[in-house]
């Protein structure tokens, strides 16, 4: 493989390394700045720069970020989780500080890269990758390559219709897998069925000691998303799902139930496989490179 940097920014830290014959170095973490996008991408400039001494050769530059994209992938057209990015046009920015050819692409489709490449689905020929935090991302691998649809929006599993008339997603979509499932909305649960500011993590951990209450809140979340794990199943049927995220950091307890979800909801048309992810932080850094290097 060849090699090329990767970048993974998000609203508190960016993640940088190299990829380099499957092996991801060089791994640097910075917080991400708060005073506008020219700093965010400069401060990324200067980390690639540095690896650049020691490897001139490279002449990829892979970038994931969330937020919405024009349409050929070279400008943000917004991301609302990292501060300043409005219309911000990334690729023609860095490409010409660095004189390099700069890829971008969403967060949750380079992680979907990475764990196809190196991570949980290596060895499968389709996935579809979820990520489950504040809210929920997804894309579909086919092939070593990202399945885009028509309008580059598929795989948005977190947009779905779960619940018609339920509650409102950040999205402005009512009913929404991610405002029924997502970690943030796990919370908001909690928070209203306690009557007191409640954590995901602290709910799974009274879900697990055997807290009926708690285990109303978890179990309704798992149960939504096991149902939409299975809907994606009849409609793409992929080899596997890879699961990853704050949420899915829960471990077997998610996992198990999930799982048991999924498969009542496939009725019978075929077994459902979900896996964890495997690469963690790192995933999103090694999928930007992974993304770089597949563009000719």
């Keep these: ?169 950040p999205s402005g979509i009512p009913g929404a897998l991610e405002a029924i499932a997502s970690g943030t909305a796990i919370a908001h649960s909690a928070t209203f069925a306690f009557g007191r500011s409640m954590t995901t993590a602290e709910v799974f951990t009274l879900a697990q000691e055997g807290d009926k209450q708690a285990e109303l809140v978890v179990h309704k979340a798992m149960r939504y998303l096991g149902m939409a794990l299975a809907n994606a199943q009849k409609m793409i049927d992929p080899e596997l799902f890879v699961v990853g995220g704050g949420v899915a950091s829960v471990g077997s307890y998610f996992f198990t139930h999930v799982q048991r979800y999924a498969q009542e909801f496939v009725h019978g048309f075929s077994d459902i496989t979900i896996v964890p992810a495997q690469l963690g932080t790192d995933a999103g850094a090694i999928g930007a490179a992974i993304a770089a290097l597949q563009v000719k």
């Design 1 to 169: 493989m060849s090699a090329a940097i990767g970048v993974d920014i998000g609203g508190t830290k960016i993640a940088i390394g190299l990829l380099q014959d499957q092996k991801f170095t060089h791994k640097k973490t910075l917080a991400t700045p708060k005073d506008g996008w020219r700093n965010v991408l400069d401060s990324v400039v200067i980390e690639i720069q540095a690896i650049e001494k020691d490897h001139p050769d490279v002449q990829q530059i892979g970038v994931g970020m969330p937020g919405m994209f024009n349409k050929d992938q070279t400008e943000v057209a917004y991301a609302a989780n990292v501060h300043g990015f409005r219309n911000v046009p990334l690729v023609d920015y860095m490409s010409q500080a660095l004189g390099r050819k700069v890829v971008l692409e969403n967060d949750a489709n380079a992680a979907a890269l990475a764990e196809d490449a190196l991570g949980a689905a290596q060895q499968a020929s389709s996935s579809i990758f979820v990520t489950i935090s504040t809210g929920i991302g997804s894309s579909v691998i086919i092939n070593g390559r990202v399945w885009r649809g028509f309008h580059g929006i598929a795989g948005e599993i977190g947009h779905t219709i779960a619940m018609p008339d339920g509650p409102l997603a």
